[in-house]
């Protein structure tokens, strides 16, 4: 199985980048083919031993989806080489730019899992902290979090860590544009399920990231709440689309925001009913039910 990996960068951190691309080329197993997606910054040079790195630079910030969707494009080619695809790999690994592989047999697990798992179509690596070792509970991208450390399938997955089947773009399209940030991953991973792809958590799959805390200005509350009208009323059944965000709706009043980040929330929720999300194409009941199976029916 070939392997292909998509960085995404605003150019504000080289060393890290550098750093990244260095734990690429030494995976073992077959070179990792790297597209370095500049969004809205020059890239610095990128010469890293042993790995081929390509890069593309955008004139202005397009956000992550679209951002990630242009590195996705890069490996669709035409003719020989192309998998059945249209693709030149057979997947793809999405990576922060200033994260790090921690061990060198993180593409090598990823062939051995979409290999022993035809229906695998993507993996959501584990985050952790390089100096403590420990995992967020909002890295893991299931209801029952406690646990870092055991893998599960899951409905969702981390978008700056994972590892997704060229064949699940080439199927359900790629992430969202509209989205420029928030919930985009949820909105993949739902097509890709609805169509009979599974989502694997791995906790032996790492990915080293210093600890963050989420950022919280007014721009990440509006695209928050728009981006989660946007997410229900693209995929959810009609009966769906209140009760899940009625249930956001209270969750978010529940968690008792500051008055501006509510403010801006109420701003983006209003905004997200009011502006086109894209094509609407509602999953399946068997989907909802398949959601639920797994621990997170989509009202939730």
Not at 90 to 108: C, K, N, Q, S
Not at 175 to 181: C, G
Request: net charge positive; proline share 8%; hydrophobic share 45%.
């Amino acid at each position: 199985m070939r392997l292909g990996a998509v960085v995404l960068t605003m150019g504000n951190r080289p060393d890290e980048l550098r750093a990244l691309l260095g734990s690429v080329a030494q995976q073992d197993g077959d070179p990792i083919e790297v597209v370095v997606v500049g969004n809205g910054a020059p890239l610095p040079e990128l010469v890293v031993p042993g790995l081929v790195v390509r890069t593309v630079e955008l004139p202005e910030n397009v956000g992550i989806p679209a951002g990630r969707n242009v590195g996705i494009e890069a490996f669709r080619t035409a003719g020989t080489g192309s998998n059945t695809d249209g693709y030149r790999v057979d997947a793809l690994l999405f990576l922060d730019d200033d994260g790090l592989l921690a061990r060198t047999d993180t593409a090598e697990l990823c062939r051995e899992a979409f290999a022993a798992d035809r229906e695998l179509g993507i993996i959501s690596f584990r985050i952790a902290d390089p100096d403590t070792g420990l995992t967020q509970r909002r890295h893991v991208p299931r209801l029952r979090a406690s646990d870092p450390m055991r893998s599960s399938r899951v409905t969702t997955f981390l978008g700056g860590a994972n590892a997704v089947r060229t064949a699940v773009f080439a199927q359900v399209g790629g992430l969202p544009d509209e989205f420029f940030y928030a919930h985009e991953e949820t909105d993949l991973a739902w097509r890709a399920l609805d169509v009979g792809w599974l989502v694997d958590y791995r906790a032996d799959m790492v990915l080293h990231h210093p600890t963050t805390a989420p950022a919280r200005h007014a721009v990440y509350h509006r695209m928050v709440a728009r981006n989660r009208v946007w997410l229900a009323r693209r995929n959810l059944p009609a009966p769906l689309v209140p009760v899940y965000l009625g249930v956001w709706f209270l969750l978010t009043l529940a968690r008792r925001p500051s008055l501006p980040g509510l403010r801006a929330w109420l701003g983006g929720f209003k905004e997200g009913w009011a502006t086109p999300c894209g094509p609407r194409r509602p999953m399946k009941w068997a989907t909802v039910w398949r959601l639920s199976r797994l621990g997170r029916p989509p009202i939730i």
